[in-house]
């Protein structure tokens, strides 16, 4: 079992609100997955030659200002890096390929969580309050975002198996479910070069989609093959840069209701995480059919 | 008593109020499981989405839930009349045997699953499996049901005034469906029948029940074969 949700702020306006509104929606989600939690939120992107890249030093200290200064050298004088806790956001203009190289080489503890011009990606382990404390979650803006607790059932409780799981640039991915044949993907994928973190099957649907969109496929392109090639039960919500994607295998077993007002489309798991929602009482409450894929576009 | 004390009694052994923002579900059931004392009618307020809200009541009350519920509302009911003044989440009125659950709103996946009686009646749609392996209970379903309804259903009647998906009464037993609108595909063992005079007779009864104005003539009526009910060493063995 695990909780997923999403937000997406219609009205710009109101994007300041989207930690806020997000925040019950994710503690509501508590018993479904109390064991990790994790969110990318999706901002304006950068302009030109910049990326953000969502850095994740673990337990323990570690020393963010020695990055800082490595980063100007290494990377160019325009890199930027904003922490909080255990995790920091560093802004550079170097090429993507470089600066993955050149983290792993220069401080080998840290783990690259996101890349991209608009995403921004936490996960830990911890109650998701907790987490959601740790990097101030109710302070987050942007366009749309997408969320998830953690139940784990296949693999290991560590920061890496949290989700959302990314892949590419500005894709995220978050499940509830479980894959019978992450490894027949993996073992389609891994001759082609892509590399894996972790051994979760949640991570195989990620990289397989992202593959896709990759070759050329458009969103839904990707998630027609997903569902010809993705084997087990699933519920999927993905956050591209300016995109929110939901679908569910045939069988749908796993939960999943939309509410859509003039300002926002939530999604969670269950209604309880979105009844603190403002004007939930007036929103449009549905529940997504199997088999069947939900695209929302942020203005 | 103290869970009557908590109550907010509206008039003494006639009505009570739970609010579910600032009372815990437990105290509700608590209270429907042991401390009616003659109390007819109990009101809930805030279900927002809660689980288990009003589970194995045996009591002749009336409980209206102003609000969506979360999984398996009015599980297990006995006697209570339960109306639901919103959505319901996965399996209401799982193993229900008497008295009635109406939800104003749509159902999740598998409503009334395992229910040996009572109806249960869904102004709305219902999801996938609505009605897998129930066991006597009636469902009237005023919007269309999802795939694989009616699954090894054994006893009762299925009503659907809508449309229903794919696999609707795969490996029936005993149990009918009365359909209105299209079928998308019938499940293993699955066929239509003509209508009886007895199965108007039966649906304009239970359509008069859950309140819902269509002719019992304009529905088809969707039984076993009962093919799978002895094995058969000669069929062709592919699953």
């Known amino acids: ?299 | 008593m103290a869970s009557l004390m908590n109550a907010m009694v509206d008039t003494p052994a006639i009505g009570a109020t739970f609010d579910l923002a600032t009372q815990p579900l437990r105290e509700l059931n608590r209270f429907l499981h042991r401390d009616l004392a003659g109390t007819r009618a109990v009101r809930v307020l805030n279900p927002d989405g809660a689980h288990n809200i009003a589970v194995g009541v045996d009591a002749p009350v009336d409980v209206d839930i102003d609000g969506h519920a979360g999984y398996y509302a009015g599980g297990m009911n006995k006697q209570a009349h339960i109306t639901i003044h919103g959505n319901t989440g996965p399996g209401v009125g799982e193993g229900m045997s008497s008295g009635a659950i109406h939800v104003k709103g749509f159902a999740s996946v598998a409503a009334g699953a395992s229910a040996h009686g009572g109806l249960l009646v869904i102004d709305g749609d219902a999801s996938l499996r609505c009605g897998i392996s129930m066991k006597g209970i009636d469902i009237v379903v005023g919007g269309s049901v999802g795939d694989y309804s009616a699954f090894m259903a054994q006893a009762g009647t299925l009503v659907i005034c809508g449309d229903a998906g794919d696999g609707l009464g795969d490996s029936l037993y005993e149990a009918v469906i009365y359909v209105r609108g299209s079928v998308k595909s019938f499940g293993a063992d699955a066929h239509e029948e003509p209508m009886s005079e007895a199965d108007i007779a039966a649906l304009g009864a239970l359509l008069k029940a859950a309140g819902m104005s269509h002719d019992p003539k304009t529905f088809r009526r969707v039984a076993s074969m009962r093919g799978l009910y002895h094995w058969n060493a000669d069929a062709n063995q592919e699953y």
């Open chain 1, 1 to 299: 079992m695990c909780g997923i949700v999403g937000l997406l702020i219609k009205k710009p306006g109101m994007r300041s609100q989207l930690g806020a509104w997000m925040l019950p929606m994710l503690v509501g989600m508590t018993e479904r997955g109390p064991d990790s939690a994790g969110m990318a939120v999706f901002t304006e992107p950068l302009g030109g030659d910049r990326r953000k890249y969502s850095l994740y030093s673990g337990t323990g200290t570690f020393e963010w200002g020695a990055l800082c200064r490595a980063a100007t050298t290494g990377l160019g004088a325009d890199s930027t890096l904003s922490v909080k806790a255990n995790h920091a956001i560093l802004e550079t203009s170097a090429d993507p390929a470089k600066v993955r190289t050149w983290i792993k080489a220069a401080f080998p503890a840290l783990h690259v969580l996101s890349a991209g011009r608009a995403i921004d990606l936490y996960k830990d382990t911890g109650r998701p309050a907790e987490v959601a404390e740790r990097y101030d979650f109710k302070k987050l803006s942007g366009t749309h975002l997408v969320g998830h607790t953690r139940m784990a059932t296949e693999s290991a409780v560590t920061p890496a198996h949290a989700h959302p799981f990314t892949a590419g640039e500005d894709f995220c991915l978050v499940h509830n479910g479980s894959l019978s044949n992450p490894y027949s993907i993996r073992r389609k994928l891994e001759p082609l070069g892509i590399a894996f973190d972790t051994d979760n099957d949640t991570e195989a649907a990620c990289r397989f989609l992202e593959w896709r969109m990759r070759e050329g496929d458009s969103l839904e392109a990707a998630l027609q093959s997903g569902f010809d090639e993705l084997d087990g039960f699933y519920t999927f919500l993905m956050g591209t840069g300016n995109e929110l994607a939901l679908v569910r295998d045939a069988f749908a077993c796993k939960p999943a209701v939309i509410a859509e007002t003039d300002e926002y489309v939530a999604i969670s798991s269950e209604f309880r995480s979105l009844a603190k929602l403002p004007d939930i009482r007036n929103a449009k409450i549905f529940e997504p059919k199997p088999e069947e894929m939900y695209v929302w576009r942020a203005s």
